[in-house]
């Protein structure tokens, strides 16, 4: 069974920046679809940013446009949110997200905390 990782979060004034990172536990990342999403406390879980399996296509929620880019090396089996000028509303838990290609079945992170100061 497929797990994936994540790293990188933690605690920021707003303003700064925060790096996640997300990686399978299998060297499989080229046959998976790549997403993050947050949920933040008494807030149902919300669409981050999504990235295609081979990186030519990205989305993103109109939140973040302009301020988070998801990048991915499927040589290094690793996904990337870069987050940018951080605000107290980006104070979430980050979840990743795979979705085998083509198919309906997806697998979640554990979550990794980032929490923006004011």
Known sequence: Q????????????????????????????SMLDMGWFR?????????????????GSTNY????????TISRDNAKNTVTLQMNSLKPEDTAVYYCNAKWVGLTSQIWGQGTQVTVSS
């Open 2 to 29: 497929v797990q994936l990782a994540e790293s990188g979060g933690g605690l920021v004034q707003a303003g700064g920046s925060l790096r996640l990172s997300c990686a399978p536990s299998r060297r499989i990342l």
């Open 39 to 55: 949920q933040a406390p008494g807030k149902e879980r919300e669409f981050v940013a999504t990235i295609n399996w081979s990186g």
């Open 61 to 68: 929620a109109d939140s973040v446009k302009g301020r988070f």
